[in-house]
């Protein structure tokens, strides 16, 4: 099955520099990476996602990118502010057997 | 429109007892799955539903039971509780997870004595 990794575990940044995850994937027939963004004691949500024919996507202060070949993708977060801090989760679709397979996670703490 | 609801919100239970956890959802999604999450090892799948009728296991089903007896409920229940069954658990949604992610429900908060 997939498998993905996703580094660092924790970040801290300052309020206003940028703050990067990045995650790897076993599986070349995958095609789909979303990342979830979950504050404390609140459920996972949906901030962004990319597929595979697209090697980046914006919105407003997060992109994705997605190098194929290289089976990794990434999660930028420019200007961050407070309300940034939270548990950034990616994940990989893969086709085959329907499935959305996670990574563990990156606590993101953004210092005022 | 309410999305994914999952009962109790929070739960306290006694080694050996026994109890479900409930999820409903209305966006008529034939994907639905239960997740376990603990500090430091991300969500993990413990059953999931690909529709009415079908369920199978995840990467950590022991311990667990599940049934779709329709599209919208799934519930998930814990046989004979036990202190490592002490989690966070996320019922989620999708039409196609592998293509639109999943809506995840409010999470249930378990605690086994």
């Known amino acids: 099955g997939e498998n993905v990794e996703q580094h660092p575990s924790t970040l801290s940044v300052q309020e206003g520099d940028s703050a990067v995850i990045k995650c790897t994937y076993s599986?070349?027939?995958?095609?789909?990476f979303p990342w979830y963004k979950q504050e404390l004691g609140k459920r996972p949500q949906l901030i962004i996602d990319?597929?595979?024919?697209?090697g980046e996507k914006k919105d407003q202060r997060i992109a994705v990118t997605l190098n194929k070949t290289a089976k990794h993708f990434s999660l930028h977060i420019t200007e961050t502010q407070p309300e940034d801090s939270a548990v950034y989760f990616c994940?990989?679709?893969?086709?085959?057997?329907?499935?959305?397979?996670f990574g563990a996670g990156t606590t993101v703490t953004v210092r005022a | 429109n309410a999305g994914v609801t999952q009962t109790p919100k929070f739960q306290v239970l006694k080694t050996g007892q026994s109890m479900t956890l409930q999820c409903a959802q209305d966006m008529n999604h034939e994907y639905m799955s239960w997740y376990r999450q603990d500090p430091g090892m991300g969500l993990r799948l413990i059953h999931y539903s690909v529709g009415a009728g079908i369920t199978d296991q995840g990467e950590v089903p022991n311990g667990y039971n599940v049934s779709r007896s329709t599209t919208e409920d799934f519930p998930l229940r814990l046989l004979s509780a036990a202190p490592s069954q002490t989690s966070v658990y996320f019922c989620?949604?999708?039409?196609?997870?592998?293509?639109?992610?999943?809506?995840f429900g409010s999470g249930t908060r378990l605690t086994v004595v």
């Open positions: 994940a990989a679709g893969t086709p085959a057997d329907y499935k959305l397979s």
């Open positions: 599986d070349s027939a995958s095609n789909y």
């Open positions: 990319i597929r595979s024919n697209v």
């Open positions: 989620a949604s999708s039409y196609r997870p592998d293509n639109y992610g999943y809506t």
